[in-house]
């Protein structure tokens, strides 16, 4: 394995809402999106989900508890069996590194549009 | 929990290799530290450990492969029992973001004059 540069690798594709896998380790995978617009409201059952910030303004609702604002160099864990929905605003991207377990399916149970079955590992 | 602000964080302290946690999710542990010089030469017999770099150039020296540079922005994941030395230019600082299991120590089995028992949470 070499060093992986986390810019270089978000500029290796434009699509929104397809987390690529960039890392693996103890289980859990190391992944990048960008990210426009409303995802689909879901949660893990058992899985906890960090997201980091690189560039751009991510907010994530909650049907629980007041939205969370996260600004480039921000991170927040999304603690298992919560609702919630990633967002930013109408016609912003933001691109955000995920770390969640390599068996996480980022719609959760739902299954929408967006579900894609398989992370491209990039 | 808050959105966390990592650069906040780093601000919050200024000892060199002293890991400070600061979020927690499937069991492994987001760490900050400063580093400064030469760490020891230690592995993690059971535990994969990734480097993100904030700040800085990190080294991380092996004693059966070629030293990994990273700059900010570049992340490198140790394998579990693989020995390494992570280490700065002599006089220079670098940040950076560990990811590792709980239970990980950050000298592995060796006991060294830089081994911390507990990892103090800001």
Redesign the interface.
Known sequence: ???????EKFNRFDDHWTPKLI????G?A?KLAKVSGEFVWHDHAA????F?VFRGTLFIDFKDRPT????T?????VPRGVQHRPRTNPGEEAWVML???MTTAHTGAVRHALTQDACERI
Request: aromatic share 4%.
């Open positions: 394995m070499a060093a992986i540069n986390v810019l890392a693996e380790l103890n859990q190391v899985e906890d989900e960090l980091l969370i604002t996260l600004q160099g921000e991170l927040y864990v770390l969640e377990p």
